[in-house]
C-alpha cells in the first residue's frame, strides 16, 4: 500500500496535486507555509518521503482557500 515507506497511495497522491498546483503557481515551500501557517520545514517534511508528515483534512480545506479550488481538486476522481 505504501510506496514510498510512510506514507500511503492516497497520501502521496495528494502531496503529489500539491506540488503540482505550488510549482504551476510559483509558490515556493516557504510561501506555501507562510499561507498555511506552517512552518517551512512541515511543507519539506511533508513533500520528503522520508518523514511521516502529510497533509490531513484541514490543510487540504486551507489549500483549496490559498489556490483558489476545491478540496477536490486535492482528491483522485476514483479511489485506489
Known amino acids: 500500500m505504501a ?7 492516497i497520501e502521496l497522491y495528494v502531496i503529489n496535486k500539491v506540488r503540482e498546483m505550488r510549482t504551476a503557481r510559483n509558490v515556493s515551500q516557504a510561501e506555501l ?3 498555511l ?3 517551512v520545514g512541515f511543507i519539506g ?6 518523514h511521516r508528515a502529510k497533509y490531513n483534512l484541514n490543510h487540504i480545506n486551507e489549500l483549496a482557500k490559498v489556490f483558489g479550488c476545491s478540496v477536490k481538486d486535492f482528491l483522485p ?4
Open 45 to 50: 517534511h511533508i513533500e520528503s518521503p522520508k
Open 3 to 9: 510506496t514510498e515507506g510512510f506514507k500511503s497511495d
Open 37 to 39: 501557517g506552517l512552518s
Open 77 to 80: 476522481d476514483i479511489p485506489f
Open 33 to 35: 507555509a507562510l499561507k
